[in-house]
């Protein structure tokens, strides 16, 4: 395809194949696939990236499951207290 005029509707062929001369003194380099390394290192980073996004959220997350382990133990000591003979009548003693 030579450099002359195109009209409206013609087809100026492929990309990068416009009519133009071709490009001088551009050098493109390329690289096998199996020459190249696309999860080096992942595994050394996700420890260490997963060790500090853990520990800056530990305060967020490990205070409010102290909580919750504490009320729950407190609740089922208390359930089983409440359910057990000495329970029983503490809490029910005018119910005769």
Do not use: C, H
Not at 51 to 74: D, E, F, H, N, T
Not at 85 to 93: I, S
């Amino acid at each position: 395809m030579g450099g002359g005029a195109r009209l409206p509707g013609q087809y100026l062929g492929g990309w990068g194949d416009l009519g133009s001369q071709p490009q001088k003194g551009v050098t493109s380099y390329a690289l096998s696939a199996n020459r190249q390394r696309p999860l080096a290192g992942t595994l050394r980073a996700a420890v260490f990236n997963t060790y500090r996004r853990s520990k800056g959220q530990a305060l967020y997350v490990v205070p409010p499951l102290i909580a919750a382990y504490l009320i729950m133990s407190w609740g089922t000591e208390r359930n089983e207290y409440l359910n057990s003979k000495a329970g029983r009548l503490e809490e029910g003693a005018g119910e005769e």
